[in-house]
T-cell receptor
Framework: NAGVMQNPRHLVRRRGQEARLRCSPM?????VYWYRQLPEEGLKFMVY????????ESGMPKERFSAEFPKEGPSILRIQQVVRGDSAAYFC????????????FGEGSWLTVV | AQSVTQLGSHVSVSEGALVLLRCNYS??????LFWYVQYPNQGLQLLLK??????LVKGINGFEAEFKKSETSFHLTKPSAHMSDAAEYFC?????????????FGQGTRLTINP
């Protein structure tokens, strides 16, 4: 059973460009979470999605950030018009439908804005 | 609201010595508590979790943690440190939303092992 798959692992974008980060949850998992880790900090919750629904986006910046988890395909975290402060590691996690007391993390996508 | 405080952003121990990483939590409901380890440029790996069963929880790689409600603590220990234990360790508490878990992380503790 493959783990949570994220790509790309590393992404470099110039200021003003768009960044798209993809996450395929573990097989059988329908809950997806995105977390952001700024340099020298812990992880901060951004958004929680189920298939085709955003359940909790209380940690998402109000502008430029969006997330989706379509019926088919991976979850996507999209950052428009990136700025230097968006440079961080973005982690996706997933959990099973019924027994959700453990979430499993992917290896992260490191975004660098130059 | 839930929160986690990890005491000590850096801890350094000698190889073979006891490892003690401190975590205190705040939660208005019975919490689920977790310890994760992160190696450089990698994702988080679950070490152990407390889910209201036994208060002493054993995890992978020889780590264990004890839930103490009276002290609102969930400290992580390992009797004898190994060089491979050098990593960043995160304590986390969860709140349940619609049947799934949303984690609140501490700031992390970087563990260094001296030969």
């Amino acid at each position: 059973n493959a783990g949570v798959m994220q790509n790309p692992r590393h992404l470099v974008r110039r200021r003003g460009q768009e960044a798209r980060l993809r996450c395929s949850p573990m097989k059988g998992h329908s809950h997806v979470y995105w977390y952001r880790q700024l340099p020298e900090e812990g992880l901060k919750f951004m958004v929680y999605l189920q298939k085709e629904n955003i359940i909790d986006e209380s940690g998402m910046p109000k502008e430029r950030f969006s997330a989706e988890f379509p019926k088919e395909g991976p979850s996507i975290l999209r950052i428009q018009q990136v700025v230097r402060g968006d440079s961080a590691a973005y982690f996706c996690a997933s959990s099973p439908t019924v027994s959700g007391n453990t979430i499993y993390f992917g290896e992260g996508s490191w975004l660098t804005v130059v | 609201a839930q929160s986690v405080t990890q005491l000590g952003s850096h801890v350094s121990v000698s190889e073979g010595a006891l490892v003690l990483l401190r975590c205190n939590y705040s939660s208005s409901v019975p919490p689920y508590l977790f310890w994760y380890v992160q190696y450089p440029n990698q994702g988080l790996q679950l070490l152990l979790k407390y889910t209201s069963a036994a208060t002493l929880v054993k995890g992978i790689n020889g780590f264990e943690a004890e839930f103490k409600k009276s002290e609102t603590s969930f400290h992580l220990t390992k009797p004898s440190a190994h060089m491979s234990d050098a990593a960043e360790y995160f304590c986390a508490v969860s709140s349940q939303i619609q049947g799934a878990q949303k984690l609140v992380f501490g700031q992390g503790t970087r563990l260094t092992i001296n030969p």
